[in-house]
């Protein structure tokens, strides 16, 4: 997928009718490689990909008749109708109130609050700071919209970072390990056509499956 929420949210009618020809044929191309993909996402199934049997809608797993379907209903026959006349014919039962020594269901209480962290709750993760000894910078390599490349007049400013704890390689004659912190900002460019591209975070490409 080329195009990210943040760069849909900004494609609205004005600036769809601005666009040049070339820029709105690439606009066009780059949405249309994106429904392809979002459809064929949707039409994985576990036959057709490596999607387990349990991501399968319980209406779509083979054996399962739908609503639309039509039920044969078997022919009647004279017993059939005469078990029905017995079978209306019969008293009812007794409700379980009338039977003697009947236990009434007890139903089980809601929950009174939803489960997982409440909100407010105080929240746990690392306590010891590292100070990142290396930064990075990433940037989008061109605009999501119009696909012109990055130029240095490109305005850009930081819009989130994160950093990277690893292990450094050990020094020849040393037992000892360091730790490297890399600190990575992402950048959002703003382009000559008044698109704003985010840099996306490393994502390993989809093999199709």
Request: hydrophobic share 25%; with cysteine.
């Amino acid at each position: 997928m080329k195009l990210t929420d943040f760069d849909l949210k900004q494609m609205d009618e004005s600036y769809l009718t601005t666009r040049t020809l070339e820029q709105a044929i690439r606009l066009l191309l780059t949405t249309v490689a994106d429904l392809k993909e979002a459809r064929d996402r949707l039409n994985r199934t576990p036959a057709n990909s490596s999607r387990p049997p349990s991501s399968q809608a319980p209406w779509d797993k083979p054996g399962v008749q739908h609503e639309d379907s039509e039920d044969l209903e078997p022919p009647h026959t004279g017993k059939q109708d005469n078990k029905a006349v017995d079978e209306e014919a019969a008293p009812e039962d007794p409700s379980p109130q009338d039977q003697p020594n009947s236990e009434a269901k007890v139903l089980p209480e809601p929950p009174k609050r939803p489960p997982g962290k409440q909100p407010g709750a105080q929240g746990y993760g690392r306590t010891q700071y590292i100070e990142p000894n290396q930064h990075c910078m990433h940037q989008a390599p061109c605009c999501a919209a119009c696909a012109a490349p990055w130029t240095e007049h490109t305005q850009a400013k930081a819009y989130t970072a994160y950093d990277e704890i690893d292990l450094a390689l050990p020094v020849p004659g040393t037992f000892s390990l360091k730790l490297t912190c890399t600190r990575h900002t992402l950048l959002v460019m703003t382009w000559s056509c008044g698109h704003q591209t985010r840099a996306q975070p490393y994502r390993a490409e989809s093999n199709g499956l």
